[in-house]
């Protein structure tokens, strides 16, 4: 939470995912050289160097492919919750590795002439055809926007770019995956004779596609609510027993959505993105008195919505209205951190 | 090999070079002395904390500089609720009922 920055905030949980994280990349290295060594074709008679190449590139693309499922997958099941705490490292490692894949491009297909490596990269193909389209621009073109999101992955950047600035930019992958899936794709036309990479970015691309598809479906259910506004300015929004003790539920209201928590016999409406990365509040569940956001583990006290002391966030609240069972809530927002006394359960 | 491309390409790569350079002249004395007025939530003189945010101040440097010239620190992020709650007018803290 924003009192102030660490470098890299590393707990334990954090650690065990980072080692697993690199063990499994350097076991994927290795099978990947030895296998293509043991099996021979292409690549061996290029050498190990384009061995490695291949290896960088094809773990980050896996990688890649890791990252976009978790978000969809944490819509479909709060089990995935844990893989989407330290994301950001895994795309700073994904990062890397094509930084990598790139420099062993540079040097092994550039650093022969005259021509400066990246000149030579850039101009060495102008023949926009299908075949042989150059498929290098574009892995060139995802790359620089992964980099573009390594480097503002720190909480620095998201505090001063604010988080719908910092989401959009971050959102950005998206276009570097279809950038690198016509880099792969077209290169393995223009490379292999094999049409099994051709198959496997294909399979990738579906499952991408279908997760998110999937995962928007159900999201799309809690959007499409519609709740009439009565003459004071409230709208029925439910039963308390709809709600789990120390858990919410989320309306939209207010062209946004509201999370409504039930706790210690009361209730009490906060808007539900949180400050940090614009998580799910609605997700999350009262822990030590306070709301606390599943992605991240920021945390508001229901009452005013506002972090407790020493930290520094706040969000907007709702006024809420209990009749018999029915909740009615406010349909305008409180500026973010306006105490509002909860509806006391009967 | 194209020429005009050539050409074209080299150019730009110096831009590119020429913003980086004015980038890192910016940045190294910001993040000693003036990052602390733009975003007071940077405590302490970590060098780890500095070197990891440098690649992005080389590329976002004309943000902060204009910040520090104005004398502002980050803007609060703009939701829907954030932004309906200002346009409007603020009720007193209501009571709950049953």
């Known amino acids: ?346 | 090999m194209n020429e005009f491309a050539i050409a074209l390409v080299e150019w730009l790569l110096k831009v590119i070079h020429a913003y980086l350079i004015g980038g890192l002249i910016f940045s190294v004395p910001f993040v000693i002395f003036g990052i602390h007025r733009v975003d007071p939530n940077v405590q302490g003189w970590s060098i780890l904390f500095r070197i990891i945010i440098m690649p992005g101040l080389l590329i976002f440097w004309p943000l902060f500089a204009v910040r520090l010239v104005r004398g502002k620190t980050a803007p609060t992020e703009r939701t829907a609720h954030r932004v309906a709650a200002q346009a409007a007018p603020q009720p007193a803290p209501q009571g709950g009922g049953s």
């Open chain 1, 1 to 346: 939470m924003s009192v102030s920055y660490k470098s890299i905030q590393w707990n334990r949980q954090k650690i065990i995912y980072d080692l697993l994280l690199v063990a499994t990349i350097a076991l994927y290295l290795y099978l990947f050289v030895w296998s293509t060594q043991w099996f021979g074709g292409a690549d061996v008679e290029r050498g190990l160097r384009a061995i490695w190449i291949r290896a960088y590139g094809s773990a980050a693309f896996i990688l890649l492919h890791v990252i976009l499922s978790i978000g969809p997958l944490t819509r479909l099941s709060p089990k995935f919750y844990p893989l989407l705490f330290n994301r950001r490292h895994m795309g700073v490692v994904m990062f890397l590795l094509g930084v990598q894949h790139a420099r062993g491009t540079l040097a092994w297909y550039h650093d022969f002439g005259n021509l400066d490596p990246i000149v030579s990269l850039l101009t060495g193909n102008l023949n926009f055809g299908f075949i042989p389209f150059p498929f290098e621009l574009l892995g060139i073109g995802g790359l620089l926007i992964l980099g573009l999101m390594a480097i503002t992955s720190h909480d620095f950047w998201l505090h001063n770019l604010t988080a719908p600035v910092w989401k959009a930019l971050h959102m950005c992958v998206y276009l570097a995956y279809s950038l690198l899936v016509g880099h792969v794709f077209l290169g393995a036309l223009q490379t292999n004779k094999h049409p099994f990479l051709t198959i496997a970015v294909g399979i990738g691309l579906v499952w991408i596609v279908g997760v998110h598809f999937w995962a928007a479906r159900k999201e799309a259910g809690c959007d499409r609510q519609t709740f009439l506004i009565n003459t004071e300015g409230f709208a029925d929004i439910g039963s308390i027993s709809e709600i789990p003790e120390n858990r919410a539920k989320v309306v939209t209201l207010a062209g946004e959505r509201i999370a409504v928590f039930k706790y210690d016999g009361k209730i009490s409406a906060i808007s539900n993105v949180c400050q940090h990365q614009n998580g799910p509040l609605g997700e999350g569940k009262i822990l030590d008195g306070c709301i606390t956001c599943p992605w991240h583990g920021y945390q508001y006290r229901p009452e005013d919505g506002a972090s407790p002391p020493p930290f520094t966030e706040k969000v907007p609240t709702f006024a809420v209205r209990l009749q018999g069972d029915r909740i009615f809530l406010s349909a305008t927002p409180n500026l973010p951190g306006t105490p509002v006394e909860p509806a006391v359960i009967a």
